[in-house]
């Protein structure tokens, strides 16, 4: 691409009267040369038709996609369909869909996707945000994968799906891989097999993560916080899942429904509430296969595995949730992006090698980092690398932080607990900037008694702009979950900031308090 398009035409109008899109390569033709976006994008494309509908209906082995980006798409058809690609046999890479509206009307391994409908080649650093609705084989990113993804995220939420949802992929087969992944939004339908990350796995799924919540319905069964069902010959390893299943059909389980014969789970661990009617479990529903070194956490149920075998599973405590050396062969690392999990100390800090130490937040995962921030544990990560530039993309929910229910210590333990601050001390600062893009940052908990609290601790150097801090509080009625408390330079945004740093466009309601001095009351603006 040469610019940003401008495809509002595609709806109707222009040479367009009457009809949309027509999708670039088919099955008898299909495209086999190279597409370079040049970091420019496509925005409202509106392609319409049967199978293999996108952008690119059908890519062959030699094809190329790179660095486009689509956003406020409209894709509508029947089996295969997807806002970038319908059936992806080549490779595809730095690309993405923003606010796409993909649906996809197969009753039969219909395989929609927010950016690919099917894949039988390469994906690799991409994204989807946006609202997919389809019936079977339904992804965030991807509705069926049969080779490669890696180090690629979604954010969609899907609609009525009936069978094989999932936040990422909904069908991963037996021949494919996804790693380095993770995904967001709310995983809905009516039917059987959903998972927050993966909906049916039969392939390998690894140092991934989802964080969305499960709602499988009235009847449906085999829902997973990480994956629906993982078939015989499905490996899962170095993943979790934080965002909780919330259904009233069988094999309900924090990370996955059910884990059939042949089936294996491996180093990870589910946190997040469950329920159903039959065979649920905080961090499995049935088990037939394996389970090694993986675990939940007791405060939000007793039942690991509701029906079968517990095999390596493990309960943990709150308190042993934050001891990273109760995490049985995890790998820890410090390198944004990099295949390891990630554990922050109290003081900002990251742990690279199992301790006995308490931290502060549960492993996440090192492949969660992003300078573009979608939820929670992204917000935190910034410690990664403080010196980065941040935007949000979207509101955050930090709940999270009080309720001991995802990464974070809860109300009921001592101090520290909640969100850890970005920048602690002047040789730690953070030194980068942060656009909030006029979003917002809710129910912000942070409890300690140290110096230099807020949302970032300590920043220096930096621009801070565009974001606010709520919690929505009855200023009669102080009595709520979420503060920010510490000792001495406490602020719900930034607790110092120094002379060279500046704060625009910003403010605050949280409820805020200082055992000492240099405090800003709730309702501040800065």
């Known amino acids: 691409l040469g610019g940003d398009v401008d495809a509002t035409g595609t709806s109707g109008r222009d040479v367009w009267t009457g009809s949309k899109f027509v999708p670039v390569g088919n099955l008898t033709n299909k495209f086999?040369?190279?597409?370079?976006?040049?970091?420019?994008?496509?925005?409202?494309?509106?392609?319409?038709?049967?199978?293999?509908?996108?952008?690119?209906?059908?890519?062959?082995?030699?094809?190329?996609?790179?660095?486009?980006?689509?956003?406020?798409?409209?894709?509508?058809?029947?089996?295969?369909?997807?806002?970038?690609v319908g059936l992806n046999s080549g490779n595809i890479s730095g690309s993405y869909a923003e606010n796409t509206n993909v649906t996809g009307m197969g009753s039969s391994v219909s395989g929609s996707g927010g950016l690919v409908g099917n894949n039988a080649?390469?994906?690799?650093?991409?994204?989807?945000?946006?609202?997919?609705?389809?019936?079977?084989?339904?992804?965030?990113?991807?509705?069926?994968?049969?080779?490669?993804?890696?180090?690629?995220?979604?954010?969609?939420?899907?609609?009525?799906?009936?069978?094989?949802?999932?936040?990422?992929?909904?069908?991963?087969?037996?021949?494919?891989?996804?790693?380095?992944?993770?995904?967001?939004?709310?995983?809905?339908?009516?039917?059987?097999?959903?998972?927050?990350?993966?909906?049916?796995?039969?392939?390998?799924?690894?140092?991934?993560?989802?964080?969305?919540?499960?709602?499988?319905?009235?009847?449906?069964?085999?829902?997973?916080?990480?994956?629906?069902?993982?078939?015989a010959g499905g490996s899962i390893s170095n993943t979790y899942a934080t965002g909780g299943v919330k259904g009233e059909g069988g094999n309900a389980g924090g990370l996955v429904g059910s884990n059939k014969?042949?089936?294996?789970?491996?180093?990870?661990?589910?946190?997040?509430?469950?329920?159903g009617s039959t065979a649920v479990g905080e961090l499995v529903g049935n088990n037939s296969g394996t389970i090694t070194n993986s675990y939940w956490n007791l405060e939000l149920g007793q039942t690991g595995v509701g029906?079968?075998?517990?095999?390596?599973?493990?309960?943990?405590?709150?308190?042993?949730?934050?001891?990273?050396?109760n995490f049985n062969n995890f790998t820890f690392t410090a390198t944004p992006g990099a295949a390891g999990w990630v554990v922050v100390n109290a003081n900002g800090s990251l742990q690279t090698a199992a301790s006995d130490v308490a931290a502060a937040t549960s492993p996440?995962?090192?492949?969660?980092?992003?300078?573009?921030?979608?939820?929670?544990?992204?917000?935190?990560?910034?410690?990664?690398?403080?010196?980065?530039?941040?935007?949000?993309?979207?509101?955050?929910d930090l709940s999270a932080t009080s309720n001991g229910s995802d990464v974070w210590g809860g109300i009921t333990q001592p101090a520290p607990s909640g969100f850890i601050p970005v920048g602690k001390t002047n040789t730690t600062a953070f030194t980068g900037n942060f656009n909030?893009?006029?979003?917002?940052?809710?129910?912000?908990?942070i409890s300690r008694t140290d110096n230099y609290v807020g949302l970032f601790g300590y920043a220096s150097g930096s621009n801070i702009s565009n974001v606010a801090i709520v919690n929505y509080l009855d200023v009669n009625n102080p009595d709520v979950k979420e503060k920010v408390m510490g000792?001495?330079?406490?602020?719900?945004?930034?607790?110092?900031?120094?002379?060279?740093?500046?704060?625009?466009?910003?403010?605050?309601?949280?409820?805020?308090?200082?055992y000492q001095t240099y405090v800003r009351q709730r309702g501040d603006d800065i």
């Open 121 to 231: 080649g390469t994906i690799v650093g991409s994204y989807a945000t946006g609202v997919v609705t389809g019936m079977e084989d339904v992804g965030g990113l991807v509705g069926i994968n049969q080779k490669n993804i890696s180090s690629s995220y979604a954010f969609v939420n899907m609609n009525d799906a009936i069978s094989k949802a999932g936040g990422l992929v909904g069908t991963n087969n037996s021949t494919a891989t996804i790693t380095t992944s993770y995904a967001g939004g709310t995983v809905a339908g009516s039917g059987n097999i959903a998972g927050g990350l993966v909906g049916s796995n039969a392939g390998t799924v690894s140092y991934s993560n989802a964080v969305g919540i499960v709602d499988i319905g009235q009847g449906g069964t085999n829902a997973g916080g990480l994956v629906g069902s993982n078939e």
């Open 364 to 396: 996440m995962l090192a492949s969660e980092y992003s300078t573009t921030i979608y939820d929670g544990h992204q917000l935190q990560l910034m410690v990664m690398a403080l010196g980065a530039d941040y935007e949000l993309s979207n509101d955050i």
């Open 307 to 325: 029906e079968g075998s517990v095999g390596g599973a493990q309960g943990l405590t709150a308190e042993k949730m934050l001891v990273s050396s």
């Open 487 to 514: 000792d001495n330079y406490v602020g719900a945004l930034v607790g110092y900031a120094d002379s060279n740093s500046s704060i625009s466009y910003s403010y605050t309601d949280n409820f805020v308090a200082g």
């Open 261 to 275: 014969t042949g089936a294996t789970i491996a180093d990870s661990y589910a946190t997040g509430d469950v329920s």
């Open 436 to 445: 909030g893009k006029g979003y917002a940052i809710k129910k912000l908990n």
């Open 32 to 84: 086999t040369g190279s597409f370079d976006g040049a970091g420019h994008n496509i925005s409202n494309l509106n392609v319409k038709g049967t199978d293999n509908v996108g952008l690119f209906g059908y890519t062959d082995t030699t094809a190329v996609i790179e660095d486009v980006g689509l956003v406020s798409g409209v894709v509508t058809g029947v089996n295969t369909v997807g806002t970038l």
